[in-house]
Every structure is written in structure tokens, then in C-alpha cells.
């Protein structure tokens, strides 16, 4: 009963661990597959979506769930926003793209801390209590984190795949050009992606929050995670970045439960080093899709 | 013509060692001079307040410390001058020890009290001691600070701790295992979960000693990465081995994440030991949403002496918060120094010191007593959160309650 108490928790915390991974990684996979960018303000908008909940559920007294639901709207529009008005001016300039997001990732945390000090807030589970799977008791939010990551990527893979935008935001990650030729608004494209990414990013923060504290620095390690995950996916492919995330996610639980917590970092970023040593553009990079 | 150069150059090179010795002798008189009507003219007893001022646990040094001199200039002062506290931020070590310099060189302090990260206070120690210069530390806790007092006293003297070291702590939390968690409560199983700096390892290696010597059992022992965000692998660990406590040596806001994380899962054991943001105890329940409830860990509210809770209650009534444990330490090293400086008479360096170390002074800390490596020979109670408060509960003679098991247990 034990073994198998281990194995749902391993089950149940591995697919939350990857569905978080993969909402990070998918975004920057998908903001470098159509605008060539590596956008390290990505954490910064995983970090705003878990103060902007705090923010709408105590000051405007909404519902934690309603608050949780229109941070991620909220970042969402504030991403698209940003590329609008911050990137698309310098789009061309690419090594200024990537410093002004670096630059833009630290004036979050910077004016986090002023507007609201350096102190941690505490999010409540959106779900109280626990569920007992095979004589283990799991805390609900872990089980909304592998539903509510598991349905936004299946959105995000029917968006994609299945609609018309969907079919455009991919023309413009094959060919830029090719997609203005043939009347697609680019520039529209690109504020979109970075809107999808910036909602996803901001849902992962939202999820994870109620189970740690959100803190100016909280979107850090989810930002080195997710290029982590990305590289060994295949920089470009959305495919490649999900089974990466799977598979990292996995290999972080098996190790932490099974091992021990403290070789997690170390396990998953040596399995990443040999998988590169042997495919040097990760596990599905030398095709490159149209994410 | 050679000889006459030679003249020449020797009655110049004579008249201009002269004129320098004359030079260095003016400047030197001067500089000592106006030292000594610096120092003379001075009306201040003054007192560096170093901390990282950005948060909590620099602010409440410099909070406390004013505290101290505010009351101590509205008794008088000291040898009829007031004291007055001069901030000074600790960022990274080189930061630091420019702060620490210009404490000495452009405020002319006469001693320093606070410090709070150890690998930053170890980088200015070399600069205390060329300073010569008081230092009462009281938040630091490496055991390396004082390990130079004893073998290299005439530089290191300077240096004091009004605080428990880590090794000390260690001690401590095996003592409440035993009258607590197993006295009380009955235990004898416990895992340790640290996390993995050289501290919390340093801190580990003398409880699990000293816990198997008591005849307890440790079930489980493991080290996570300061940045943990999930602590259910070490949760379930410790459950698989049947633990009946998990004592947590953190420092970090993984101490926020763990007592959430315990209340939303609720594992089959307590929770207890060191845990640095529990510390704040005014607003470690509100932060945790209550999740902390049955959490027995170190620091609280406790009246160590006649003076703590009469601290506590006009700091909390100043600051709207309770003090961290850096300020506490900050008030009782303010009015050691006053005493020591009225003791001795002075406000020189070797003077403070030698009376410093004579110091038996019940403060809010306790009865501050300094050991020969110029600790402080105080106790850390521990507290247990129950209904929004932090009871003192260790050690009994200064406790307000008794531990309650988790009910779920």
C-alpha cells in the first residue's frame, strides 16, 4: 500500500511539476518560433500573475478563484501590450529585444519591491483540503495544477492547429516575409504570441502560488527552468518543448522522491547535458516546426 | 663646479628633509589635534547601526538601536553625552566592509552594533580588528565570527555577539526535543530536513549526534535546495519512515512554503526546529494563512527577563510589528555599551572592550554574560503557534503554555 501511495503521489506531483514547466516553456518556445526573441521578461510575467490575484482578491475583494482568472486576462493583455508598444519599435534590433527584456525582468522585481516590499504574500488553495489516492493524501491545488495545466494546452494545441489565427501565428514563424506577402498582419502575430505567453506564464505563477509564497524573485528559477526545458526540447518546436517539459518533470519527482531532493537540479541538468552531448539541438530540434 | 653641484644638491636635499620632517610633524600635530578636538568637541557617543536596511532584518537593527538611545539621552546619556546611532547599509561584502570603513574614518563611530548575513560579517572582521573598533554582533550566527577571539585575542577582542551562534542553536533544539517533543509529547522518532548551506549542514552535524545520544532515533535525513518550492518528496520520506517529528532547519522563504505545504497534505507528524521567517512573529500567521498552527519552532515572545515583554509591547506599540531577532539584540548592545563605557569611564577602544567583557546585564535578550570567545551566554526560547500566537514553551522557566500535539496526529 505504501509503494503504491508513492507511486499516485509520483503520478500526480510528476504531471503538476511538468504542466508548469511546460505553460513556462511553451511560451518561450513560442515567442522565440515567431519572433526570434528570447524574452527573459517571461518570469516576470509568471511573477505578476500570482501578485496581480493577491492584488484583486484583497484590495478589490474578488473571489480568489475570479481574481486568479482575471490576472491571467490581465497579463495576457499586458504581454500583447508590451510587444505593441515596447518591442515592436526596436523588433529589428534583435541583441536590444533581448536586453530590453532582461532589463524590463529586474524593473518588475525592482518596482515590486517598492510598491509592496520585499515581504512574501501568501495565496489560499483555490481548492482547500486534500484528496487520499491509494493511501496518500495529495492536496487539491496539486490536482487543479495537473487539470488546469493539462486544459490550457490542450486550448493552446486546438488554437494552433485548429483555427485559422492559429494556422497564421505558424505561417509567421515559417516566414515572416512569406506571411506579410500573403496578407497576414505580422505585427498583429507577434503581439498575440506574446499575449498567449504572457497568460500562460501568469497561469503557472497563479497555480503554483497557493502551495509556496509569492515573492519579488518567484518568477527567477521558472524563467532558467523553462529555457532549460526549451533547449532540450529543441529550441523552435512546441512539441519538442512539451515532451521536455514531461520528461524533466518526471525526472525531478522520480529523483526527489525516490533519491533524494537535493540531487533534483543537479539530475535533471546532467540528463540535459548528455541528451545535448548526443543531439546537440535537443530532443526534437533539427526539425524545425512552425510553432 | 662638481663640488659646488654637490654642495649645492646636499644643502638642498638637507633643507628639504627638513622642511618635510617639519612638514610631517605640522601635519601630524594637526591631524591629531584636531582628532583630539574632534573627539574633544564631540558631544556624541556614537554608535554604528550596520544591517541590511532594505529589509526587516537591518531595519530592526537600526529601529532597536534608536529605541535604546532615545531612552538612554532621555536618562542623560552617557558620561553626560548623548548617544546617537548612525546607519550604515550591509549589501555584499565588499559593499559592506566600505560601509563598516566609513563608519570608522568619516563617522568616527566608537563601537558598532547589528550584522546580520555571516559570509558578509566574516569579510569585514580583518577590517574590525585593524579599526580596532567595538563590534557587538546580533544577528550573524557562524561560529567562525568568534573563533579568532580566543587564538588571536589582541586583534580579535573587538569583536562580541549578542546572539546564539549556530552551534549553539543546534544545542538548543536537541535540549527541546528532549523536555518537549519527547518529554511532553512522547516522541523518539525524528527526520531532519535542512536546507543545504554550511550552516544548516554545520547546525545538523551536532543535533543528529546529540539526538542518537539521547536514544531517539533518526528516521530520515536529508538536505534540500534553498530554493525548494515543494517539500511533498520530503514529506513523504519522512511519512515512509515513520517519523513522528520533522525538525526544519531553514532560513529562507522555504520556511513559508513548508508549514503550507504541511497544512495542505497534513503528514503524519509535528513539525519543529529553526525556522528564520517564523521568526517574525507578528506576521508569520498572517503570511501563512494560520498554516503555521502547532509549528513549534525557535524565537517568540517571552519574558526572558524583566525587561522583554516591556520591549516587545513598546516596540510593537512604536512599529505597528514585533521586533526581529537582530533588533532585539540591537536594544540590549546600545545599553551594554552605555554600561560598559560608564564602567570604564571611557569611550576608547581597549577601555570598552575590557569592560564589555565584565558585563553581566539583564537585558531583553536574557542575562548577557560573554564567554571567553566573547558569546553571548543566552537562551533561544522556542514557541509553538496556537490560535494567531506564538507561546513560549522552551525553556519552561520562561514558558507561557505547554506544546500541544497536532490534533491530526
Redesign the interface.
Known amino acids: 500500500m505504501q509503494a503504491l501511495g508513492t507511486a499516485a503521489a509520483v503520478i500526480v506531483y510528476g504531471l503538476g511539476v511538468s504542466g508548469i514547466y511546460a505553460l513556462m516553456a511553451v511560451g518561450v518556445a513560442l515567442i522565440y518560433g515567431v519572433g526570434r526573441v528570447i524574452n527573459f521578461a517571461h518570469g516576470a510575467f509568471y511573477t505578476l500573475g500570482a501578485y496581480l490575484t493577491y492584488l484583486m482578491a484583497t484590495r478589490l475583494a474578488l473571489p480568489w478563484p475570479v481574481a486568479a482568472a482575471a490576472a491571467v486576462l490581465v497579463v495576457g493583455l499586458l504581454g500583447a501590450a508590451y510587444d505593441r508598444y515596447v518591442l515592436a519599435p526596436i523588433r529589428e534590433k534583435e541583441i536590444t529585444v533581448w536586453i530590453l527584456t532582461f532589463a524590463t525582468a529586474f524593473l518588475v522585481r525592482e518596482g515590486l519591491v517598492l510598491l509592496l516590499g520585499a515581504r512574501p504574500y501568501s495565496i489560499p488553495s483555490f481548492v482547500p483540503g486534500s484528496t487520499r489516492l491509494l493511501g496518500q493524501s495529495i492536496a487539491n491545488q496539486r490536482l487543479l495544477i495537473v487539470v488546469a495545466s493539462a486544459v490550457a494546452l490542450g486550448l493552446l494545441w486546438v488554437l494552433l492547429y485548429r483555427t485559422r489565427t492559429g494556422k497564421a501565428l505558424r505561417a509567421v514563424a515559417q516566414t515572416r516575409y512569406g506571411a506579410h506577402l500573403v496578407g497576414i498582419p505580422v505585427e498583429r502575430a507577434h503581439a498575440a504570441v506574446m499575449g498567449i505567453s504572457a497568460g500562460l506564464a501568469a497561469l503557472a505563477g497563479v497555480l503554483i502560488s497557493p502551495i509556496a509564497v509569492v515573492t519579488p524573485d518567484m518568477g527567477f528559477e521558472p524563467l532558467l527552468l523553462s529555457f532549460t526545458v526549451v533547449i532540450f526540447g529543441g529550441i523552435g518546436s512546441l512539441r519538442g518543448s512539451l515532451v521536455a517539459a514531461l520528461l524533466m518533470g518526471y525526472i525531478s519527482t522520480l529523483v526527489s522522491f525516490l533519491v533524494s531532493p537535493q540531487y533534483v537540479t543537479f539530475s535533471a541538468l546532467a540528463t540535459v547535458f548528455l541528451v545535448l552531448l548526443v543531439r546537440p539541438t535537443g530532443l526534437f530540434g533539427a526539425a524545425v516546426e512552425g510553432a | 663646479m662638481e663640488q659646488r653641484n654637490h654642495g649645492v644638491s646636499r644643502r638642498h636635499l638637507l633643507r628639504q628633509a627638513a622642511g618635510a620632517a617639519a612638514g610631517a610633524g605640522w601635519s601630524f600635530y594637526v591631524i591629531t589635534r584636531s582628532r583630539t578636538a574632534r573627539a574633544g568637541e564631540a558631544s556624541a557617543f556614537r554608535v554604528g547601526a550596520l544591517g541590511p536596511l532594505?529589509?526587516?532584518t537591518g531595519r530592526d537593527i537600526l529601529r532597536a538601536a534608536q529605541m535604546a538611545a532615545e531612552e538612554i539621552n532621555q536618562a542623560g546619556g552617557v558620561l553626560g553625552r548623548p548617544v546617537e546611532v548612525v546607519p550604515a547599509d550591509e549589501g555584499d561584502p565588499e559593499q559592506t566592509v566600505r560601509a563598516f570603513q566609513q563608519l570608522v574614518t568619516r563617522d568616527r563611530v566608537h563601537a558598532v552594533v547589528g550584522g546580520f548575513r555571516s559570509g558578509v560579517i566574516l569579510a569585514v572582521l580583518p577590517h574590525v580588528a585593524r579599526a580596532r573598533i567595538p563590534f557587538i554582533i546580533t544577528g550573524a550566527a557562524s561560529p567562525d565570527i568568534t573563533k579568532d577571539v580566543r587564538r588571536n585575542y589582541r586583534s580579535f577582542k573587538y569583536i562580541f555577539r549578542a546572539w546564539v551562534n549556530s552551534n549553539r542553536q543546534a544545542v538548543n533544539l536537541a535540549g527541546v526535543v528532549k523536555e518537549i517533543l519527547n518529554g511532553q509529547a512522547g516522541f523518539t522518532r525524528f527526520a531532519i530536513d535542512a536546507e543545504?548551506l554550511k550552516w544548516a549542514r554545520d547546525y545538523v552535524d551536532i543535533l543528529k549526534p546529540l539526538l542518537l545520544q539521547s536514544g531517539f532515533d533518526v528516521v530520515y535525513e536529508?538536505?534540500?535546495?534553498p530554493?525548494?518550492?515543494?517539500f511533498?518528496?520530503?514529506f513523504?520520506?519522512a511519512s515512509?519512515a515513520r517519523a513522528q517529528v520533522l525538525l526544519e532547519i531553514i532560513s529562507n522563504?522555504a520556511g513559508?512554503?513548508i508549514v503550507?505545504?504541511w497544512k495542505?497534505?497534513?503528514?503524519r507528524f509535528a513539525l519543529a526546529g529553526n525556522n528564520n521567517?517564523s521568526y517574525l512573529v507578528s506576521?508569520f500567521w498572517?503570511?501563512?494563512?494560520g498554516a503555521c498552527e502547532y509549528e513549534l519552532s525557535a524565537y517568540v515572545k517571552a519574558p526572558l527577563s524583566s525587561k522583554s515583554l516591556d520591549f516587545w509591547a513598546r516596540f510593537e506599540a512604536r512599529h505597528k510589528e514585533s521586533p526581529f531577532y537582530t533588533g532585539t539584540g540591537a536594544y540590549d548592545a546600545v545599553y551594554l555599551l552605555k554600561l560598559a563605557a560608564e564602567r570604564a569611564g571611557s569611550f576608547g577602544a581597549d577601555e570598552l572592550v575590557e569592560a564589555l567583557e565584565q558585563s553581566d546585564y539583564e537585558g531583553v535578550i536574557g542575562r548577557i554574560r560573554f564567554d571567553e570567545d566573547h558569546e553571548a551566554t543566552i537562551p533561544l526560547p522556542y514557541g509553538q503557534w496556537i490560535k494567531g500566537n506564538k507561546v513560549a514553551v522552551w525553556p519552561e522557566r520562561f514558558s507561557l503554555g505547554r506544546y500541544q500535539v497536532p490534533p491530526w496526529l
Open positions: 532594505t529589509d526587516f543545504n536529508t538536505f534540500h535546495d530554493a525548494i518550492t515543494d511533498s518528496p520530503i513523504e520520506a515512509r522563504q513559508y512554503t503550507k505545504q495542505a497534505q497534513r503528514p521567517p506576521s498572517r503570511d501563512t494563512e
